[in-house]
Protein backbone atom coordinates (compact mmCIF):
# COMPACT_ATOMS: atom_id res chain seq x y z
CA UNK A 1 0.00 0.00 0.00
CA UNK A 2 1.39 3.68 -0.93
CA UNK A 3 1.82 5.41 2.22
CA UNK A 4 0.12 8.51 0.90
CA UNK A 5 -3.73 9.02 -0.21
CA UNK A 6 -4.88 12.06 -1.71
CA UNK A 7 -8.57 11.97 -1.38
CA UNK A 8 -10.69 14.18 -3.75
CA UNK A 9 -14.00 14.46 -5.55
CA UNK A 10 -14.69 14.46 -9.36
CA UNK A 11 -14.40 17.36 -11.07
CA UNK A 12 -13.02 19.08 -8.48
CA UNK A 13 -11.56 22.27 -9.29
CA UNK A 14 -9.48 22.44 -6.43
CA UNK A 15 -8.76 18.89 -6.91
CA UNK A 16 -6.36 19.81 -9.59
CA UNK A 17 -4.83 22.33 -8.16
CA UNK A 18 -3.59 19.99 -5.51
CA UNK A 19 -2.89 17.53 -8.32
CA UNK A 20 -0.52 20.14 -9.63
CA UNK A 21 1.22 21.15 -6.58
CA UNK A 22 1.58 17.10 -5.81
CA UNK A 23 3.55 17.35 -9.18
CA UNK A 24 5.35 20.57 -8.63
CA UNK A 25 6.69 19.36 -5.11
CA UNK A 26 7.70 16.04 -6.88
CA UNK A 27 5.38 14.21 -4.50
CA UNK A 28 6.35 10.12 -4.10
CA UNK A 29 3.60 7.95 -5.55
CA UNK A 30 0.23 8.46 -4.12
CA UNK A 31 -2.69 6.56 -4.39
CA UNK A 32 -6.23 9.01 -5.49
CA UNK A 33 -9.53 7.87 -3.69
CA UNK A 34 -12.88 9.69 -4.84
CA UNK A 35 -15.05 9.69 -1.94
CA UNK A 36 -17.92 10.52 -3.99
CA UNK A 37 -20.60 7.41 -3.50
CA UNK A 38 -18.56 6.30 -0.46
CA UNK A 39 -21.06 7.68 2.41
CA UNK A 40 -18.32 7.11 5.05
CA UNK A 41 -15.69 9.43 3.49
CA UNK A 42 -18.17 11.54 2.78
CA UNK A 43 -18.93 11.90 6.41
CA UNK A 44 -15.58 12.33 6.96
CA UNK A 45 -14.13 14.48 4.70
CA UNK A 46 -17.21 16.39 2.60
CA UNK A 47 -15.97 19.73 1.13
CA UNK A 48 -12.77 19.75 2.87
CA UNK A 49 -11.25 17.84 0.20
CA UNK A 50 -8.65 17.82 -1.22
CA UNK A 51 -6.77 16.42 1.83
CA UNK A 52 -3.44 14.59 1.51
CA UNK A 53 -3.50 11.90 4.17
CA UNK A 54 -0.42 9.79 5.58
CA UNK A 55 -1.53 6.36 5.47
CA UNK A 56 0.98 5.31 7.96
CA UNK A 57 0.68 7.76 10.65
CA UNK A 58 -3.11 8.95 10.42
CA UNK A 59 -2.11 13.06 9.39
CA UNK A 60 -3.74 14.87 7.18
CA UNK A 61 -2.47 18.05 5.03
CA UNK A 62 -5.62 19.55 4.10
CA UNK A 63 -5.82 22.61 1.02
CA UNK A 64 -4.55 24.71 0.93
CA UNK A 65 -1.29 24.14 0.60
CA UNK A 66 1.63 25.24 -1.80
CA UNK A 67 4.92 23.00 -3.06
CA UNK A 68 6.77 24.41 0.14
CA UNK A 69 4.37 23.38 2.47
CA UNK A 70 4.08 20.35 0.74
CA UNK A 71 7.92 19.81 1.09
CA UNK A 72 7.72 20.67 4.44
CA UNK A 73 5.01 18.33 5.39
CA UNK A 74 7.24 15.12 3.77
CA UNK A 75 10.19 16.26 4.75
CA UNK A 76 9.18 16.15 8.75
CA UNK A 77 7.55 12.61 7.77
CA UNK A 78 3.92 13.71 8.24
CA UNK A 79 4.35 13.74 11.50
CA UNK A 80 2.78 16.98 11.98
CA UNK A 81 -0.82 17.15 12.11
CA UNK A 82 -1.01 20.15 9.19
CA UNK A 83 -4.71 20.92 9.38
CA UNK A 84 -6.48 23.79 8.22
CA UNK A 85 -6.75 26.51 11.14
CA UNK A 86 -4.47 24.22 13.42
Known amino acids: MTPLVL ?9 DLALEVLAQARTPEFDSVFID ?3 ALEARYGT ?3 VLCDAATG ?8 A ?4 AWLA ?3 RSDARSGA
Not at 7 to 15: A, E, G, N, P
Request: aromatic share 10%; hydrophobic share 25%.
Open 59 to 66: NELEWPFD
Open 76 to 78: AGS
Open 68 to 71: EQLR
Open 7 to 15: FQRDDCHLC
Open 37 to 39: GDE
Open 48 to 50: RVP
